[in-house]
C-alpha cells in the first residue's frame, strides 16, 4: 500500500511538474519588462505594469467613445469591440489590434474580466484590492480570466500587482489626457535604453502605413529614423536586424507588436539598426 502511495504521489508531482513547464513554455511575459493589456470589463481598461519603476498605469476608456475597429469593420463603440470578435471568431485579438491602432499604444496581450468593474473613481487601493480578486489565477473552472497570457502569466501579474504600493498605481480617463500625456505613461524604458534606430517601410498597396507604424514604434520607446514606401510589394511583415540587434530586446517586442517574421541582416541600405518591412497581412488589419 505505501509503494502505490509513493507511486501515485510520484505521478502526481510529474504530472504538476509538466503542468508548469507548459505554462512557462507558452509565457508572453517575463515578469521583468513592461507589460501592457487591454482589459475588457464593463468598460474598456488600459493596464500598463511597468517593473523597473514597481509601478502600473491605468487608462480608462469611457463607454460609448467610438474607435476604429481594426479588420475593415470601421467605428465601434468601445466596449462593444470584443464582443464583435466573438461574433466574427476573432475574439479579443479583434480588441487588442483596434486599441493598438486606434491610440498608438503597443499592446502585449488581452483580458476579459467580465466582473471586474471601474467606473473611473480615482481610489488606487480599492481598484488594487478589486483587481487583484478578479485576476487571482486558482478560480474554479469558467471563472477564470479569459486572455491569451498563460497561467504562469497571470501568477505572475497578480504578485505583480500584489507587491505595487497603492500609490504607484496611476489612474486616468481617456477623456482628461492629452495625447502626449497618455502616450509618455506607456513609453518602454527597456526600449528607450538600448536606442536602437529604426525605418518602416511600407511594402503594401495602402498608403500611410510607415508614418502610422512609426507613431506606434515611437510611442512604444522606439527610434524611428526614417519612413517610406517599399517595393515590391510583399505579403507578410518582415523585420530584419544587424548581427548587433538581431537579439535585442527592441526587436523582439517590435515583432510581438507587429506580429512580423524576423527575417535576415540585410537593411537594403537603410542606415539603421532594424528594418520593419510592412506587408499586406498588416496593411489588412488597418484597411
Known sequence: ????????????????????????????????????LVVQATSVVIISFQPDRA???????????????AYGYG??????????????NRGGQLLQASIQESLGLPLDGFLRLPSFEWAGEFDAGEFKRSLLEQLWPFKPAGQTPVGNLSQWDMMRLWWALHQTRSEKITLMSLEETTAFGMESLFTDSAMVKEGLAVAILNATNYSGLAAQAGRLVSNAGGRVVETAEWSPPQAECEIRASQESKDSYTVQKLKKIFACRL????????????????GEDYGDKLK
Open 75 to 88: 467605428p465601434y463603440r468601445a466596449e462593444a469591440i470584443y464582443d464583435l470578435g466573438e461574433l466574427e
Open 263 to 278: 527575417g535576415g541582416s540585410d537593411l537594403a541600405g537603410h542606415r539603421a539598426d532594424l528594418v520593419i518591412i510592412l
Open 1 to 36: 500500500m505505501k509503494k502505490v502511495f509513493c507511486l501515485l504521489a510520484f505521478l502526481a508531482f510529474l504530472g504538476l511538474g509538466y503542468q508548469f513547464y507548459q505554462w512557462q513554455k507558452s509565457s508572453c511575459w517575463d515578469g521583468r519588462q513592461q507589460l501592457n
Open 55 to 69: 509601478a502600473v498605469v491605468v487608462l480608462l476608456i469611457p463607454n460609448q467613445t467610438y474607435l476604429r475597429a
